[in-house]
């Protein structure tokens, strides 16, 4: 099974493209802006630190699925979750579960989290992501 992970952390120049595409994928949507990306670009405090992205870590017992009381995440082989939306109460139980804070609250009430797809590593332009199996 893939897991999507930082290839080159040190390359990402929090530009948000690979949240762009995620969010376009998962919403389904050309129009739609970052809110239902599973992967946030972020800045490390100033230009000098420079930014890095937040991602699902791939945990193999994600605290995250065993606090769903409707198991719309599920444990996914080879760590992370899977996600079914039409499952989801909007409870966000999962978002203080995750301690990295991969878990993001969407506008609509349901959440986003990476579920290692992979799709946004060809919009990286940087090499910063990449799938490898797990
Ligand atoms: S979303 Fe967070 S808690 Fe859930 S599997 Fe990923 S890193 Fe672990
Ligand atoms: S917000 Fe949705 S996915 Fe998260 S714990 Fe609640 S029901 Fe489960």
Redesign the pocket.
């Known amino acids: 099974m893939k897991v999507l992970r930082l290839a080159d952390p040190e390359k990402c120049v929090g530009c948000g493209l690979c949240m762009f595409a995620c969010s376009r994928k998962n919403a389904r949507d050309p129009r739609m802006g970052i809110g239902h990306a599973g992967i946030r670009a972020v800045s490390l405090s100033g230009f000098e630190r420079g930014a890095t992205v937040i991602f699902c870590h791939a945990c193999a017992e994600p605290p995250?699925a065993q606090?769903?009381?409707?198991?719309?995440?599920r444990p996914r082989k080879g760590g992370g979750v899977t996600?079914s939306e039409k499952?989801?109460?909007?409870?966000?139980?999962?978002?203080d579960?995750c301690k990295i804070g991969a878990?993001f609250g969407r506008d609509d009430g349901?959440?986003a989290v990476c579920v290692h797809c992979g799709y946004c590593v060809d919009f990286c332009p940087h090499g910063v992501l990449e799938v490898v199996e797990a």
């Open positions: 995250c606090v769903c009381p409707t198991n719309a995440l996600y499952d989801c109460l909007g409870c966000r139980t999962c978002v579960a878990i349901k959440i």
